[in-house]
């Protein structure tokens, strides 16, 4: 069998073909995990913020029905009956604040003032007209101590409305 010089070349040249060979592979190897790497953490992110988004729009929903019951109560004096279904949404709330990292303090803001506003309720009159001056004056300042710790909740719900509508924009 008679050798050419090509054969002779590719010979002589294997080791050195393998090396580059060997070289390209790892390179293209290295390049494909941090590829990988890059993939795998923009998925992460995505499906992080899409959890997010869902707990906000929960707390979103959360503080539009506590407004809309507050809008319901306002002017009006309360008894332990008629803030019953707030409470229901300061709990709510409460736990939507310990998942959102984002607004937790907005959150806990709202939950201090329905404490605040929860602790007003009213006794029930039994008649305005046998009650005597000082009682009815000292339920009238109560009733205007429920209606301040109204607004401020329903200032504190505002902001952490506001909030909100912040996080979804960025």
């Not at 319901?72 to 604040?97: H, M, T, Y």
């Not at 803001?109 to 000082?134: C, I, K, M, N, W």
């Not at 109560?142 to 719900?157: F, G, I, S, T």
Request: with cysteine; proline share 4%.
């Amino acid at each position: 069998m008679i050798l050419s010089s090509t054969t002779l070349a590719a010979g002589a040249g294997s080791p050195v073909v393998a090396a580059l060979s060997g070289a390209v592979t790892a390179a293209l190897a290295l390049l494909g995990i941090r590829h990988g790497r890059q993939v795998f953490a923009w998925m992460k992110k995505n499906r992080d913020t899409d959890d997010n988004a869902k707990d906000l729009d929960d707390a979103d929903n959360y503080l539009k029905e506590t407004f809309e019951k507050l809008c319901e109560l306002a002017q009006k004096p309360c008894r332990a009956g008629d803030l019953a279904p707030l409470r229901r949404l300061r709990n709510l709330i409460k736990a939507s604040a310990d998942q959102l990292e984002a607004i937790r303090a907005e959150l806990h803001d709202v939950a201090e003032h329905f404490e605040g506003y929860l602790a007003t309720d009213l006794p029930q009159l039994t008649s305005p007209a046998r009650v005597p001056q000082a009682e009815l004056d000292a339920y009238m300042e109560r009733a205007m101590k429920q209606e301040h710790a109204r607004m401020e909740l329903e200032r504190a719900v505002s902001r952490a409305q506001q909030r909100i509508r912040v996080l979804r924009k960025a």
